[in-house]
């Protein structure tokens, strides 16, 4: 299958793009050992093959990176012709990527459909910063949670993710950056993590990802694997709208950072932004982040605060944000508001952000404003959005002159 790739005028590519093939048959990324283990099984891999079979795919898939099994190379003939008829390693298609004038990267991504359902798109965001990069995953396509000052919010939850489609847009990404090794060093070579490109990981696009926690959960697990990606679990972020008993599992069995949109300080206000503290108040919220295995001042929980004009934005807040996290290693991560096309909000003033920011800055939490990255190609926090929802062309440069005007051109 032939992919499209759309470049608008100002991105470029970094590579060629690699064919990509839609799942037609069961995908072997995303399986746990004993899943793939399983897998290899019923197509009738001897009993005492499966463990060092298991070991040798693992390896090939996420220490590697490769994305065809003919790349396999200590795997016999036989073995890569019945793998190639059975299953598939291929990687989701790239139906747009663009690169931001300060670097960050989007990906627009197709995944097949699952069962009787369509394609779906997601998008998943490159941002590179001096000494690290960090790619910003989806989990949903859509959200079944209305935070009123989110895109994402407005759209319906069309599905959730697979654990490999998860998973997928971490390889893709390390494919379009070269971040995997070269495929002519030799089999067993130690390869050092650390000139990767991506190094940490946030789940903070689309979706929420507690509402669809076995398969991140899954996803997570492989990432940070030592013998696979590799990632540090200390480098890993999860953020949630606040799903308590989620939050207690996430702490449990994968055991990442855990950052919490929390945007307000009074159960009242908070009702409003964020709906599901009707479900899951304040004071169950800051206990179960109380309560997060393993806090400590080097291990803190990211408090996301999005700093919207005249309704969270007073001093008062700010008072009341620090009172209400007393005693919880936290950092406060405050995100001026990326306006979308449709929304009645409004970002706070820098004047007042900064105000705000000082307040929390002298009660002892540090460099807490989060720059927006990549707002020219709508790339920045809520901003992200699935096909049904994205704008035309002559939509988006009507939006982006808004922008322009609002902003200034390089106020990031
Ligand atoms: N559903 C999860 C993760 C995705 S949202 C969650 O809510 O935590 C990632 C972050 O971006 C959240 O803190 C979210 O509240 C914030 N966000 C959403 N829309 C935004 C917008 N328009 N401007 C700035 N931040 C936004
Ligand atoms: Fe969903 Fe998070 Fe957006 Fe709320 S902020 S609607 S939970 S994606």
């Known amino acids: 299958m032939t992919v499209s790739v759309t470049l608008p005028e100002r991105s470029q590519t970094a590579a060629p793009v690699r064919p990509t093939a839609f799942a037609e048959k069961p995908s072997l990324l995303g399986l746990d050992r004993e899943e793939l283990g399983e897998a290899l099984r019923g197509k009738g891999v001897p009993e005492k093959q499966i463990k060092m079979r298991v070991a040798q795919i693992w390896n090939w898939l996420y220490v590697r990176g490769i994305s065809d099994f003919d790349h396999m190379a200590n795997v016999s003939k036989d073995m890569r012709e019945m793998l190639k008829t059975h299953f598939t390693i291929a990687r989701p298609e790239i139906v747009e990527e663009q690169v931001s004038n300060d670097g960050t990267r989007k990906w627009l991504l197709r995944f097949p459909p699952r069962g009787a359902g369509r394609p779906v798109e997601v998008e998943s965001v490159y941002i590179p910063e001096e000494g690290r990069g960090t790619l910003c995953i989806s989990s949903q396509v859509g959200c079944t949670l209305t935070c009123s000052f989110c895109h994402t919010g407005t759209q319906k939850l069309v599905r959730n993710l697979t654990a490999e489609e998860i998973l997928s847009q971490l390889l893709l990404a390390r494919d379009r950056l070269g971040d995997f090794p070269d495929r002519e060093i030799p089999v067993g070579t130690m390869m050092p993590s650390s000139d990767r490109k991506i190094t940490n990981i946030v789940m903070m696009g689309m979706g929420e990802p507690l509402y669809n926690f076995e398969e991140v959960k899954k996803a997570l697990l492989i990432a940070t694997d030592g013998d696979g990606l590799s990632l540090s679990k200390r480098r890993v972020t999860l953020s949630t709208s606040g799903v308590v ?74 008072k009341g944000l620090i009172q209400l996290l007393k005693g919880v290693p936290a950092k406060i991560n405050l995100i001026p508001f990326n306006p979308w096309p449709g929304t009645n909000y409004q970002c706070s003033d820098w004047a007042t952000i900064e105000k705000f920011a000082d307040f929390i800055n002298q009660a002892g939490y540090a460099s807490p404003i989060r720059t927006p990255r990549g707002r020219d190609i709508l790339a920045a926090c809520g901003q992200l959005k699935s096909e049904s929802e994205r704008m035309r062309k002559t939509e988006r440069l009507a939006f982006e002159a808004m922008m322009i005007a609002n902003h200034g051109e390089d106020d990031d």
């Open 245 to 318: 008993p989620e939050i207690y599992r996430t702490g449990d069995e994968i055991g990442v950072m855990l950052a919490i949109s929390l945007h307000a300080v009074r159960d009242e206000l908070r009702d409003m932004l964020v709906p599901i503290n009707k479900k899951y108040p304040l004071k169950e919220l800051i206990e179960a982040c109380r309560n997060y295995p393993g806090l400590s001042n080097a291990r803190r929980i990211t408090f996301e605060y999005v700093m919207l004009k005249d309704v969270n934005d007073s001093l008062e807040d700010a």
